[in-house]
């Protein structure tokens, strides 16, 4: 079945490093591609998104890339500060619409 | 105005009782779903539904049954209880456009459900 890997599981940086996330995706019907936050006792909440028409996109200090036919995709955080920290998920919708597969989380530690 | 809104937030129950959770969204959206979160933070799909249609069931118990009375509700009723569906369940909506036009999934707060 449809499978969404995230590595790693937990990232601890320090406070002004950058932050990568890696997923990659096994449905190549799989075009839209949103990325989740999740605080301690929130709700997952939408950062950033990339479709499978573009390759990057960005949206201040976050970015994410996308590359289709190695079925991969990354974010990317520059300048982390403390309040970047929490789970991050990465998730891959497909054509269809009703299905969004989630990967496991990233735990991310920013230490000020 | 909340977007997605489930109660009730905490769920405390002993084993075999029968409880259910509901959801309401008014973003006009035409699907929802339920997920569950267990203690590892894992997100996996129970149900989607679109235009109170049943989507997809992702090999939920069948003690589990969703209920959508019209397309911005979406309510979970759960039988029998066990230990393992202590759990975070997180309803959430989507405009479901095709074609490559899919949106975001807007989540409610959660409901922490714990069996004892």
């Known amino acids: 079945g449809e499978n969404v890997e995230q590595h790693p599981s937990t990232l601890s940086v320090q406070e002004g490093d950058s932050a990568v996330i890696k997923c990659t995706y096994s449905?190549?019907?799989?075009?839209?591609f949103p990325w989740y936050k999740q605080e301690l006792g929130k709700r997952p909440q939408l950062i950033i998104d990339?479709?499978?028409?573009?390759g990057e996109k960005k949206d201040q200090r976050i970015a994410v890339t996308l590359n289709k036919t190695a079925k991969h995709f990354s974010l990317h955080i520059t300048e982390t500060q403390p309040e970047d920290s929490a789970v991050y998920f990465c998730a891959a919708k497909d054509t269809g619409g009703f299905k969004t597969i989630f990967g496991a989380g990233t735990r991310l530690f920013v230490k000020a | 105005d909340t977007a997605v809104s489930q109660t009730p937030k905490y769920l405390v129950t002993q084993m075999g009782n029968d409880k259910s959770i509901k959801c309401e969204q008014n973003l006009g959206h035409d699907t929802m779903y339920w997920y569950k979160q267990d203690s590892k933070k894992f997100l996996k799909i129970m149900f989607s539904y679109n235009n109170k249609e049943l989507i997809i069931n992702e090999t939920v118990p069948n003690r589990f049954s969703p209920k959508s009375p019209d397309k911005a509700h979406l309510n979970l009723h759960i039988n029998s209880l066990e230990l393992g569906d202590s759990a975070v369940y997180f309803c959430?909506?989507?405009?479901?456009?095709?074609?490559?036009?899919?949106?975001?999934?807007?989540f409610g707060q959660g409901t922490r459900l714990t069996v004892v």
């Open positions: 990339i479709r499978s028409n573009v």
């Open positions: 449905d190549s019907a799989s075009n839209y």
């Open positions: 959430a909506s989507s405009q479901t456009g095709g074609g490559g036009m899919n949106t975001e999934a807007f």
